[in-house]
């Protein structure tokens, strides 16, 4: 059994997968850096306020009760906007490796074809008529 596990986790596209889980992740930090530290300010720009701290508040808090109720629609964007540019990198990334493959297959020389099989009986009677 952990011979058979051995070989599953050793496979070439179960390493594949984990190497560019690791670097997704490690990407996500960086274009998360990226809108939180570049994008943000300048749409804060336009509305004179933290991007991620703009919110639509429903209910006010009040000191002996419950905190404020709030719908944080700029911790949402700057999470939309973070998706988008990761699910665009990882379709560019994508759609240049598949187009790699086809360069390859069509690079690929076609095995030459052999004899057929009515050549080769042409080819022993002529042999055989000598």
């Known amino acids: 059994m952990l011979k058979e596990f051995k070989e599953f986790a050793m496979k070439g596209n179960l390493v594949d997968i984990a190497v560019a889980f690791v670097m997704g992740a490690a990407f996500n930090k960086v274009v998360a850096s990226f809108t939180g530290g570049i994008v943000s300010p300048l749409v804060g720009l336009i509305f004179n306020t933290d991007f991620k701290d703009l919110k639509y508040v429903i209910n006010e808090g009040v000191a002996d009760e419950a905190g404020e109720v709030a719908i944080l629609y700029g911790d949402f964007a700057t999470n ?35 004899p057929s099989d009515n050549d080769l009986l042409s080819e022993i009677r002529d042999l055989l008529k000598k």
């Open 80 to 114: 939309l906007i973070d998706f988008i540019i990761v699910a665009f990198v990882m379709f560019m990334v994508i759609k240049g490796i598949n187009k790699m493959k086809k360069k390859e297959e069509e690079e690929a020389p076609a095995v030459p074809a052999g």
